[in-house]
């Protein structure tokens, strides 16, 4: 058998290889989802020194309360017990929240919708006169806002 045969042969199975293994790199490439465009929106924050926070949407993408998570300071140290958005009865928080915090929200939450909850006595540190508080809103983890007011 000549050797001067099998060098085209396998010069073609190396192509043929190369090509699938292009196609097959393209191919998962291509299925892959491009990235969710990232939450945009504008809160404000309001404190009373009884401990109840109320955030407003003031414009922007609406949010699921499902995908949505809330973390609380007061002067720079987290609450103890931290809300657990959507919820009716938590620990560290009075019953009712209202709006997208609320577990018996049904809708996103959309500007010019207020959502609010009160911390209880019971959770550390307490909300005084002259405190500031400080919200994080996150949605799927990505920060989305950092609010400050002043009880």
Not at 72 to 98: I, K, M, N
Not at 112 to 136: F, H, W
Request: aromatic letters at 4%.
């Amino acid at each position: 058998m000549s050797s001067r045969g099998l060098t085209p042969v396998v010069g073609v199975v190396c192509l043929l290889a190369v090509t699938v293994l292009l196609a097959v790199t393209v191919g998962a490439t291509a299925s892959i989802e491009p990235p969710s465009e990232p939450t945009v929106a504008a809160f404000e924050l309001a404190v009373d020194p009884a401990g109840e926070l109320r955030v407003t949407h003031l414009s922007g993408d609406a949010i699921d309360p499902e995908e949505l998570s809330v973390r609380v300071r007061v002067d720079g140290e987290s609450l103890d017990e931290q809300p657990p958005v959507p919820f009716f009865s938590a620990r560290g928080f009075e019953s009712a929240p209202t709006g997208a915090f609320n577990s018996a929200t049904t809708s996103e939450w959309r500007a010019g919708e207020t959502a609010s909850l009160r911390v209880a006595d019971t959770n550390r540190p307490a909300i005084e006169p002259g405190d500031t508080v400080t919200v994080r809103l996150a949605v799927n983890d990505a920060v989305i806002a950092t609010l400050d007011a002043t009880a």
